[in-house]
């Protein structure tokens, strides 16, 4: 059985800060990884994908991943409030329906 | 580009009636996706087609809940009797090639059952 595990959190950072994010997961066979971002009464929002190790940077989101160590994480550079929001790690692999970890909430203070 | 589109927003309905939401995945997306969100147990998927075709529904909590796709640009879920433990916010998702592929949601459907 597939296991996605992250800080409930919240995670609390200061505005301009980075905010790291992590999340753990049991499958090796897990193929694609995914953050998603979803605002307080929002839809899920995809902000992030990555299929191989190591880093990949999308302006100010930087995701990593390590295969070997199980675990994939969201750097968020010069914060902002408007970040603030709950973060969902997303993993799938193969066949197996993408699985959801419960989130990470986030707070960014002025 | 239009999004995924659900209907209702919000539901309220009293237990034993039948609830039906509605969903349309974006256009030329193969695979339509149904989620429930509730803060006990987060986003848990439900049931997934591809091409129209039901894959896997080992999610669907019970037999209470169904859901049909009768073609590629429709899909229903159906709870019926509805219960107070079926309130949550349903989501629709859709992806274009693969269910490995990012999924794009809609804004879901508030169902709260009295």
């Known amino acids: 059985q597939k296991e996605v595990e992250q800080n409930s959190g919240p995670l609390s950072v200061p505005e301009g800060a980075i905010a790291s994010l992590n999340c753990t997961y049991s499958?090796?066979?897990?193929?694609?990884f995914f953050w998603y971002r979803q605002y307080s009464g929002k839809s899920p929002e995809l902000i992030m994908s990555i299929y191989s190790n190591g880093d990949k940077e999308d302006g100010r989101f930087t995701a990593q991943l390590n295969k070997a160590s199980q675990y994939v994480s969201l750097l968020i550079r010069d914060s902002q409030p408007s970040d603030s929001a709950t973060y969902l790690c997303v993993l799938s692999g193969g066949s197996y329906i993408p699985t959801f970890g419960r989130g990470t909430s986030l707070i960014v203070h002025p | 580009d239009a999004g995924v589109i659900q209907s209702p927003r919000h539901e309220v309905t009293e237990m034993g009636q039948e609830v039906t939401l509605r969903c349309k995945p974006i256009?030329?997306?193969?695979?339509l996706f149904w989620y429930r969100q509730t803060m006990m147990r987060g986003l848990e998927l439900l049931i997934y087609f591809n091409n129209n075709v039901p894959i896997d529904d080992s999610g669907m909590p019970e037999d209470r809940f169904s859901a049909k796709m009768p073609n590629a640009s429709f899909s229903t879920l159906k709870i019926q009797p509805s219960e107070p433990r079926d309130s949550a916010v349903y989501f629709c998702?859709?992806?274009?090639?693969?269910?490995?592929?990012?999924?794009?949601f809609g804004d879901g459907t508030r169902l709260s059952i009295l």
């Open positions: 998702a859709s992806s274009q090639t693969g269910v490995n592929q990012p999924q794009h």
């Open positions: 256009s030329g997306h193969d695979y």
């Open positions: 499958d090796r066979g897990s193929q694609s």
